[in-house]
Nanobody, 127 residues
Framework: QVQLVESGGGWVQPGGSLKLSCATS????????MGWFRQVPGLEREFVAS????????YYADSVYGRAIISRDPTKNTMYLQMNSLKPEDTAVYYC????????????????????WGQGTQVTVSS
């Protein structure tokens, strides 16, 4: 059982920033690509960003490119998503995912049954 625990969601005004965290086990952290997806009620879950478990390859959705930074801290087995210049359309439940495939595949393929998922954390951007 892969355990992914997200934190850091909340309410923020437009233009503000949030940093999401996803903690996992050392085994998963060191062998799996990890990423962030988000979902609005009634819509499909969509890719936000992903990062390789080796090297420094990072990928972003066009909708967040230039406003988001995905990173990993191997000392804490934790992945992060720093979101800046937040917009109301960023409002969603954000999910952490781990994949035995590649980080680029997470971007190209989107949601697949093979991912492990966290429980999700709500991000609300409004004034």
């Amino acid at each position: 059982q892969v355990q992914l625990v997200e934190s850091g969601g909340g309410w923020v005004q437009p233009g503000g920033s949030l940093k999401l965290s996803c903690a996992t086990s050392e085994r998963i952290f060191n062998t799996h690509a990890m990423g962030w997806f988000r979902q609005v009620p009634g819509l499909e879950r969509e890719f936000v960003a992903s990062i390789a478990w080796v090297g420094d390859n990072r990928y972003y959705a066009d909708s967040v490119y230039g406003r988001a930074i995905i990173s990993r801290d191997p000392t804490k087995n934790t992945m992060y998503l720093q979101m800046n210049s937040l917009k109301p359309e960023d409002t969603a439940v954000y999910y952490c995912a781990a994949s035995g495939g590649s980080a680029i595949a997470m971007k190209l393929n989107g949601v697949t049954d093979s991912y492990s998922w966290g429980q999700g954390t709500q991000v609300t951007v409004s004034s």
